[in-house]
T-cell receptor, first 114, second 113 residues
Framework: KAGVTQTPRYLIKTRGQQVTLSCSPI?????VSWYQQTPGQGLQFLFE???????NKGNFPGRFSGRQFSNSRSEMNVSTLELGDSALYLC?????????????FGQGTRLTVV | AQSVTQLDSHVSVSEGTPVLLRCNYS??????LFWYVQHPNKGLQLLLK??????LVKGINGFEAEFKKSETSFHLTKPSAHMSDAAEYFC???????????FGTGTRLLVSP
């Protein structure tokens, strides 16, 4: 069974640009969550999608958005990039939503903003 | 709001000696607790989870953790460290109705020969 796939693995963007990251969950999983990992703030929850609906959102500005497609694949978009957006973005998939459900993580997309 | 505190940012052990990574949690009601491991340039891998069944939870690669409500702790242990255990370990709590994980700040485990 294939794991969670995130593309691209590495990305370099310029301040002010926008970026789209992609996540393909494990087959059959309907919940996709996104996390940002930085040395200063650690791992922080961005948002969760379940059956194409955003179920929960973390404390991030509106420049961060996402969506989920009918095949459960998800994308997140960051507009008007800032230097502080440089981070490892991790996607996690789960078979269902809920606190007891374990999340399986992809290897992440490392975004560098210059 | 729920949170976890990892008491050590770095832990150093010798190969073959026991490992103890400490985690305290704060939650208004019964939490789900997890330990994840992250090797360099890799994603996160689940080691084990507690979801109010047995208080002693066994995970992969010989790791286990004990849930102690009276101490609000969920420490991770392993009897004998291996070089391949060197990585960053995260204690995680989840007690909402959604798939939202709250991560601790991480503990970097260093294993020397």
């Amino acid at each position: 069974k294939a794991g969670v796939t995130q593309t691209p693995r590495y990305l370099i963007k310029t301040r002010g640009q926008q970026v789209t990251l992609s996540c393909s969950p494990i087959s059959g999983h309907r919940s996709v969550s996104w996390y940002q990992q930085t040395p200063g703030q650690g791992l922080q929850f961005l948002f969760e999608y379940f059956s194409e609906t955003q179920r929960n959102k973390g404390n991030f500005p509106g420049r961060f958005s996402g969506r989920q497609f009918s095949n459960s694949r998800s994308e997140m978009n960051v507009s008007t990039l800032e230097l502080g957006d440089s981070a490892l973005y991790l996607c996690a998939s789960s078979s269902m939503t809920g606190r007891n459900t374990e999340a399986f993580f992809g290897q992440g997309t490392r975004l560098t903003v210059v | 709001a729920q949170s976890v505190t990892q008491l050590d940012s770095h832990v150093s052990v010798s190969e073959g000696t026991p490992v103890l990574l400490r985690c305290n949690y704060s939650s208004s009601y019964s939490p789900s607790l997890f330990w994840y491991v992250q090797h360099p340039n890799k994603g996160l891998q689940l080691l084990l989870k507690y979801t109010s069944a047995a208080t002693l939870v066994k995970g992969i690669n010989g790791f286990e953790a004990e849930f102690k409500k009276s101490e609000t702790s969920f420490h991770l242990t392993k009897p004998s460290a291996h070089m391949s255990d060197a990585a960053e370990y995260f204690c995680v709590v989840s007690n909402t109705g959604f798939q939202k994980l709250v991560f601790g700040t991480g503990t970097r485990l260093l294993v020397s020969p």
